[in-house]
């Protein structure tokens, strides 16, 4: 059975399994985003899932089009930053990025890949500024203000959390 689906995105591929107990999962394959789910599972459940899934392969898809490692450098260099040990993105719900920095590694969201760019190098900006200040004081956010778009891309974030009435905004 195939869900309709816009027609910039994989038609998507239903494959029903007894075997399968409650997982649903989806991959892209030859073309087709072929989903996987128990055989008994809830029509409106499977839709929620086929949403999600679908949603998640294709910001995997846009972030795999970014070099989230070169662009990091870049702004490390350009804002007086530290550079990081690693950045990867990550499936991150409740935060646009997060940072551990006695590693010096950033996560950030793959939900960043559908907004506009200066906004990603805010939030890496903003990652980046926790390998000097890990909290955010008034002299971490005087590191994050370097960049001349902070503000801007700040109140984007939370329009958008407001929008889409995401949870655990941290633009702090």
Partial sequence: ?????????????????????????AALIDGVIQVRAPAGID???????????????ERKHRAA???????????????RLPAPAAVTWAEQRSRWGSCSPWKGHIRISTRLTAW???VLDYVLVHELAHLIHPDHSPAFHAVVAR???????????IATAYVHDDTGLDVD
């Fill in 1 to 25: 059975m195939t869900a309709p689906v816009p027609t910039d995105r994989p038609p998507v591929e239903v494959v029903y399994s007894t075997r399968r107990r409650s997982s649903v999962q």
């Fill in 43 to 57: 029509r409106d459940e499977l839709d929620r899932h086929i949403t999600e899934l679908v949603a998640r392969l």
């Fill in 65 to 79: 089009g970014i070099d989230l490692e070169a662009r990091a450098a870049h702004l490390a260099r350009r804002y």
């Fill in 116 to 118: 506009p760019p200066w």
């Fill in 147 to 157: 960049y001349p778009l902070a503000e801007r891309a700040k109140g984007f974030l």
